[in-house]
């Protein structure tokens, strides 16, 4: 479980304080467990709104416009003899209301379609109200096609009614029309200012399953992605009992030195698992699967190698399915190096994260402990899965143990300090942060050249709003990887909260694009950015790069709910007229 940046826990959340846009704004791990598609524009307002009741009630006058006053064409008082057309229909909707109060829809039905009838054609909001209150009627029967047809009618004549806007969203998700549902709860959250919680629970919803119904159909039928060479260095690095990951032995490398400069020594033995070995030293890694595949069809000696290492870069390009059946294999070989099955262990634990299946990681994880109780990676990679967990004791206990076996783990103590301020930020003590803040000034000192420390501290420091310092921990973090993109995206989205300098703040994630132009963290931040700004197309562009860029389902699914949050914000501006504030 590489963590090229650090890790968030399922259910996420940002620091109090931030703004909206900053809190949408993802700053957790490559697998965003449970971030699902938090509307970009009113996380904050969704965790602060007030729960509304469900809208059951009908109404007994229209809901205005903005600007407008829903008083006029009321009826005429009781001293008239005689009623105008307008009157009769406000009577007959009062008695519906009657009647809907009873717990008689169908009765109820039948008066509001009276008072429409009765209702002259240009009181639009008077006539607007009845069709929402028939809508309502029908909602109690489950009659959603009617509703949705009855809110139709009250939109027209009314466009901006939340009533009916609302309850047309909640009928196309019965009906399983999604992005209509999309389009109306979008309009909703805008003109409610995103304070209704109800809307926003709704919203995030459907983005949801949107999102998961079209990762499901592109990631199955997706071109296979090689992810840069950065990326793939970093995901290495995080083991240290990786057989596989580990250079070419003396003894497997030709004794001749290079005939000349830039060409590759070769390798002894007619295996294709070495030679798989020997690309990966080159970094030439687009020959690593088929290499390999040529040492397990033919059975050599060096098959469970070969079949982990395959695995491997089924899951790096984002083919679990494929990497599933050798990972398996492996860990079944009994005979196989403890090691080997261990490291399948965890690489298969980490699938299931991803597959949001935590019980099924949770299990891997453990077992590689049960063969081999002496692998530091495994107890490194389970801390990590518990911090995703939210499990910050059990994560602990993990990284002190990964220390004891390796007490030169630099990655391992960087990780501890983070679930240390985790812990003590998510429980407000004063003192335990400060404890946390000292002990990443520890790390630092005691492993100056570990980048990992250095950012996590930077991810602390921007809680604290040290912003100054955070900075300056980014910038060392750049000297010792300059090449590491996601530190660039981060250092810009700091700007952003810390001085509110766009420019600057695009600059460096354009400078990350500049880097690793498959960097899908670059493109989902600037996409973020672009829909605060406005910039609602520019973010739908960024967000299908991205896309096209994931290396997981689940990852796949969440930019798919970003990008679709953004599109219906397009739709609903050019029906309605209505944008959310932007930056």
Same mark, same amino acid.
Not at 300 to 311: F, H
Not at 348 to 355: E, K, L
């Given at each position: 479980?590489?963590?090229? #940046?650090? $890790? @968030?826990?399922?259910?996420?959340?940002?620091? +109090?304080?931030?703004? =909206?846009?900053q809190?949408?704004?993802? /700053?957790?791990?490559?697998i965003?467990?449970?971030?699902?598609?938090?509307?970009?524009?009113?996380?904050?307002?969704?965790?602060?709104?007030?729960?509304?009741?469900?809208?059951?009630?009908?109404?007994?006058?229209?809901?205005?416009?903005?600007?407008?006053?829903?008083?006029?064409?009321?009826?005429?008082?009781?001293?008239?003899?005689?009623?105008?057309?307008?009157?009769?229909?406000?009577?007959?909707?009062?008695?519906?209301?009657?009647?809907?109060?009873?717990?008689?829809?169908e009765?109820?039905?039948?008066?509001?379609?009276?008072?429409?009838?009765?209702?002259?054609?240009?009181?639009?909001?008077?006539?607007?109200?009845?069709?929402?209150?028939?809508?309502?009627?029908y909602?109690?029967l489950?009659?959603?096609?009617?509703?949705?047809?009855d809110?139709? #009618?009250? $939109? @027209?004549?009314?466009?901006?009614?939340?009533? +009916?806007?609302?309850? =047309?969203?909640?009928?196309?998700?019965? /009906?399983?029309?999604?992005?209509?549902?999309?389009?109306?709860?979008?309009?909703?959250?805008?003109?409610?200012?995103f304070?209704?919680?109800?809307s926003?629970?709704?919203?995030?919803?459907?983005?949801?399953?949107?999102?998961?119904?079209?990762?499901?159909?592109?990631?199955?039928?997706?071109?296979?992605?090689?992810?840069?060479?950065?990326?793939?260095?970093?995901?290495?690095?995080s083991?240290?009992?990786?057989?596989?990951?580990q250079?070419?032995?003396?003894?497997?490398?030709?004794?001749?030195?290079?005939?000349k400069?830039?060409?590759?020594?070769?390798?002894?033995?007619?295996?294709?698992?070495?030679?798989?070995?020997?690309?990966?030293?080159?970094?030439?890694y687009?020959?690593?699967?088929?290499?390999?595949?040529?040492?397990?069809?033919?059975?050599? #000696?060096?098959?469970?190698?070969?079949?982990?290492?395959?695995?491997t870069?089924?899951?790096?390009?984002?083919?679990?399915?494929?990497?599933?059946?050798?990972?398996?294999?492996?860990?079944?070989?009994?005979d196989?190096?403890v090691?080997?099955r261990?490291?399948?262990?965890?690489?298969?634990?980490?699938?299931?994260?991803?597959?949001?299946?935590?019980?099924?990681?949770?299990?891997?994880?453990n077992?590689?402990?049960?063969?081999?109780?002496?692998?530091?990676?495994?107890?490194?990679?389970?801390g990590?899965?518990?911090?995703?967990?939210?499990?910050?004791?059990?994560?602990?206990?993990?990284?002190?143990?990964?220390?004891?076996?390796?007490?030169?783990?630099?990655l391992?103590?960087?990780?501890?300090?983070?679930a240390?301020?985790?812990?003590?930020?998510?429980?407000?003590?004063?003192?335990?942060?400060?404890?946390?803040?000292?002990?990443?000034?520890?790390?630092?000192?005691?492993?100056? #050249?570990?980048?990992?420390?250095?950012?996590?501290?930077?991810?602390?420091?921007?809680?604290?709003?040290?912003?100054?310092?955070?900075d300056?921990m980014?910038?060392?973090c750049?000297?010792?990887?300059?090449?590491?993109?996601t530190?660039y995206?981060?250092?810009?989205?700091?700007?952003?909260?810390w001085?509110?300098?766009?420019?600057?703040?695009?600059?460096?994630?354009?400078?990350?694009?500049?880097?690793?132009?498959?960097?899908?963290?670059?493109?989902?931040?600037?996409?973020?950015?672009?829909?605060?700004?406005?910039?609602?197309?520019?973010?739908?562009?960024?967000?299908?790069?991205?896309?096209?860029?994931a290396?997981?389902?689940?990852?796949m699914?969440?930019?798919?709910?970003?990008c679709?949050?953004?599109?219906?914000?397009?739709?609903?501006?050019?029906?309605?007229?209505?944008?959310?504030?932007?930056?």
């Open positions: 479980m590489a963590a090229s #940046k650090p $890790v @968030e826990p399922a259910g996420g959340g940002g620091p +109090a304080g931030l703004s =909206r846009w809190l949408a704004l993802v /700053l957790g791990a490559p965003l467990l449970g971030a699902g598609a938090i509307y970009l524009w009113g996380r904050r307002a969704a965790r602060r709104g007030k729960g509304a009741s469900e809208r059951k009630t009908p109404e007994g006058r229209a809901s205005p416009g903005p600007g407008g006053d829903a008083g006029s064409g009321q009826p005429d008082g009781p001293g008239h003899e005689e009623m105008s057309p307008l009157g009769r229909a406000q009577a007959a909707k009062n008695k519906g209301n009657k009647y809907f109060k009873a717990g008689k829809y009765s109820a039905i039948q008066c509001y379609t009276e008072a429409i009838s009765l209702c002259p054609p240009e009181k639009n909001l008077d006539l607007s109200t009845f069709y929402q209150n028939r809508a309502a009627a909602e109690q489950q009659k959603w096609t009617e509703v949705a047809q809110c139709t #009618k009250a $939109v @027209e004549l009314n466009p901006k009614y939340v009533k +009916a806007l609302f309850r =047309r969203a909640k009928a196309h998700e019965k /009906l399983d029309n999604k992005k209509e549902c999309l389009e109306d709860v979008t309009a909703v959250c805008i003109l409610e200012a304070q209704n919680q109800q926003m629970l709704l919203a995030d919803k459907v983005l949801k399953l949107l999102g998961k119904e079209k990762a499901k159909e592109k990631y199955k039928n997706r071109e296979p992605l090689m992810p840069s060479p950065q990326f793939i260095k970093s995901y290495f690095s083991f240290t009992d990786d057989i596989i990951s250079p070419l032995l003396k003894g497997e490398k030709s004794d001749e030195d290079k005939d400069e830039g060409e590759a020594s070769e390798v002894k033995e007619n295996s294709g698992y070495l030679r798989a070995k020997q690309y990966m030293e080159e970094e030439n687009d020959k690593i699967i088929s290499e390999s595949t040529k040492e397990i069809e033919a059975k050599g #000696k060096y098959m469970a190698e070969a079949l982990l290492l395959r695995a870069f089924y899951l790096l390009i984002g083919n679990a399915s494929a990497a599933k059946p050798d990972l398996d294999q492996v860990i079944s070989m009994e196989a190096n090691k080997l261990a490291n399948a262990l965890i690489k298969r634990g980490s699938m299931y994260m991803q597959q949001q299946q935590p019980v099924l990681s949770t299990q891997d994880f077992m590689a402990a049960d063969i081999d109780p002496q692998n530091a990676d495994v107890y490194h990679h389970r990590q899965l518990k911090i995703l967990l939210d499990q910050i004791e059990e994560a602990v206990e993990d990284f002190d143990e990964c220390i004891r076996l390796r007490p030169n783990s630099a391992a103590q960087a990780q501890k300090c983070f240390l301020y985790r812990q003590a930020y998510t429980g407000s003590n004063a003192l335990t942060v400060q404890a946390a803040m000292k002990g990443f000034e520890d790390v630092i000192k005691k492993f100056p #050249k570990c980048a990992e420390g250095y950012a996590l501290y930077a991810q602390a420091l921007t809680d604290q709003q040290q912003f100054g310092k955070a300056e980014y910038d060392k750049i000297d010792l990887e300059p090449d590491n993109a530190t995206v981060h250092k810009g989205l700091l700007q952003l909260q001085k509110q300098d766009l420019d600057k703040g695009l600059e460096l994630i354009s400078k990350a694009i500049e880097i690793d132009n498959k960097c899908d963290f670059a493109y989902e931040t600037m996409g973020t950015i672009e829909v605060q700004r406005g910039n609602l197309d520019k973010a739908i562009e960024m967000f299908n790069k991205a896309i096209n860029l290396k997981s389902e689940m990852e699914a969440h930019l798919y709910s970003l679709d949050a953004a599109y219906a914000q397009t739709e609903v501006a050019k029906k309605y007229g209505l944008k959310p504030p932007t930056l």
